[in-house]
T-cell receptor, first 112, second 110 residues
Framework: EAQVTQNPRYLITVTGKKLTVTCSQN?????MSWYRQDPGLGLRQIYY???????DKGDVPEGYKVSRKEKRNFPLILESPSPNQTSLYFC???????????FGQGTRLTVV | QKEVEQDPGPLSVPEGAIVSLNCTYS??????FMWYRQYSRKGPELLMY????GNKEDGRFTAQVDKSSKYISLFIRDSQPSDSATYLC??????????FGSGTQLTVLP
């Protein structure tokens, strides 16, 4: 089954404790992105990647890191999480720019 | 000013009603227009995709794009309780992929 898989689905952590949210896709997509979704603000892009070893900032990259060492994986790293990073996070992948994006199930992160 | 503005809702309609969801945008570089549907506790899923001005129909759904006015709409005919979800417009025109509206929460009452 074609899918984008995120882990974990739910995470509660404390301020400053480094964490990684994993994302993996099995559709051989070139493009991958991370979004955060907050009430009233919709989905905002954090980082995106057009191919292996090619990443770039989206609209809200502060406090986040990403890497794309393999085509199928695109982890999101929070080196020192803060409460304002409490949000619902989605990973997405697509064949190319301007094509349909397939989303994961989401990761609900709470930073206390 | 946001690049994409979407009517916030929430919207509550009786079953069978015609629903109109709307977005406006400011960036002429947007060339691809999509509507995503997001059920509670799920990721968004593509509902409609178009890249030209005019109408595109798919069953009970019609996507309308007016590039001259920078205005896009999604119409749902004969709405059903299963249509209850959040609808997000999404626009694209560069390698940054998608820029989303804030979403409209729709409830269709049986």
């Amino acid at each position: 089954e074609a899918q984008v898989t995120q882990n974990p689905r739910y995470l509660i952590t404390v301020t400053g404790k480094k964490l990684t949210v994993t994302c993996s896709q099995n559709m051989n997509h070139e493009y991958m992105s991370w979004y955060r979704q907050d009430p009233g603000l919709g989905l905002r892009q954090i980082y995106y990647s057009m191919n292996v070893e090619v990443t770039d900032k989206g609209d809200v990259p502060e406090g986040y890191k990403v890497s794309r060492k393999e085509k199928r994986n695109f982890p999101l790293i929070l080196e020192s999480p803060s409460p304002n990073q409490t949000s619902l996070y989605f990973c997405a992948s697509s064949f190319g720019e301007n094509t349909e994006a397939f989303f994961g199930q989401g990761t609900r992160l709470t930073v206390v | 000013q946001k690049e994409v503005e979407q009517d916030p809702g929430p919207l509550s309609v009786p079953e069978g009603a015609i629903v109109s969801l709307n977005c406006t945008y400011s960036n002429s570089a947007f060339q691809y227009f999509m509507w995503y549907r997001q059920y509670s506790r799920k990721g968004p899923e593509l509902l409609m995709y178009t890249y030209s001005s005019g109408n595109k129909e798919d069953g009970r759904f019609t996507a309308q794009v007016d590039k001259s006015s920078k205005y896009i709409s999604l119409f749902i005919r004969d709405s059903q309780p299963s249509d209850s979800a959040t609808y997000l417009c999404a626009l694209s025109g560069s390698a940054r992929q998608l820029t989303f509206g804030s979403g409209t929460q729709l409830t269709v009452l049986p």
